[in-house]
């Protein structure tokens, strides 16, 4: 029987990798939703390719009036998520708008396949405590935390000492601390190993985005911060490690393709063949290195973030995301982002984590960051 499947972001990069799976595989789904922000041509062509599909676009403002959209705007796009009656939902809306509709998505009932990392990062306590209520998954997509998962399934949660996540280390890991302040956007949109949307390919450059991953491995794996480790490996082959009680090392490897790790989490428990072709080792390299926290401050900044716990990683996350945008703004340089990121976590986030207090917190950081931008 066929799956009912939702992508949130379908015009996105990871929703565009979903949509390669699902063409690939055609007789496994039936697609159900597909939203956007504000691409509404895009969205319309899909909605054209899927006519089953409900279309919902996220953005308050769309100039279009295609009657195929049916629902616009925030509150409808989680009305969409409620209405559409998915098996699983592919969740690849970027930053943390993706937070809501990962809420409303586990309380349809739907699986939640996880690619927006923010939900986890600012509140997977929570996230966790729902999926619990309602019976129903959240399976990570991030490349590496889909590696960890199935490592952890094959060798037993309780056998597993540390989490090592690996890190391409992005376009600049040979950059002194000099030529790094003068690194422009187009440069740090240059990803010499992954395809994806323009905000965490700039995370990827100041290393933002494996301080969210080491933060998203403490909270979705129940593990203290120093359990997970980060190992520069440029190659994006060894998608991540964990070392059992023994000592002994488990990897996983692939080619540096989300299509996988998608395909991984639409069939998951199962496995299906893959149609993007495989891994061959003959005449593979594959090298590891120390990260270097004094040239990319974000990693000790998340570790960080990670010991203070609570709201800490939310203040992380929207510091940088007003960070990060200023920077594709041209308002501040490439180094500013650590810079802004380390002043606002030296304000006081504690608290208890409730949805209103993590609102409360994203707001507030990015506040916080703006006046120190605008400084
Ligand atoms: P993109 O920027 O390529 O796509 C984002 C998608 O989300 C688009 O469809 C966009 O719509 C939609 N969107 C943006 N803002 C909103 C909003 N406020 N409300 C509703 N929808 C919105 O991002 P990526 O695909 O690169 O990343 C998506 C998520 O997946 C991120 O959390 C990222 O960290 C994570 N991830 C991505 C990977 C990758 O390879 N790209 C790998 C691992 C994790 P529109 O097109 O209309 O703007």
Redesign the pocket.
Known sequence: MKRRLAI??????????TLEVVRAKAGDFDVVLL??????A??ERLGTEFPRALLA???EISVSCSPSITHRG?EA?LAAIGEAGADITV?????A??LL?SLAVLRSGSSLAL?????VVMAYPLVKALAEERGVPVIP???EHAAVFRLLEAQGREKVREIILTASGGPFRRYSLRRLGKVKVQEALAHPT????????V?SATMA?KG?EVIEAVRLFDMKPEQVQVVIHPQSVVHSLIRVSDGALYAQLSRPD?RL?IQEALYWPELSPSPFGALDLPGLRLDFEEPDGNRFPMLPLAYEAARLGGLYPCAYNGANEEAVAAFFDGRVGFLDIPRIVRYVLNHDWSGELTLESIAETDRKSRETAASRIGG
Do not use: F, Q
């Open positions: 949130l972001g379908a015009t996105g990069s990871i929703g565009r990798a939203s956007a922000n504000r691409h509404d895009a969205l676009l996220g953005g925030h796009l969740n690849g809306i970027a930053g708008a993706g509709p690619a927006n990392k923010e939900t997509v991030d490349s992954w395809n994806m949307g323009p905000k965490i390919t995370d985005n969210l989300m790790p």
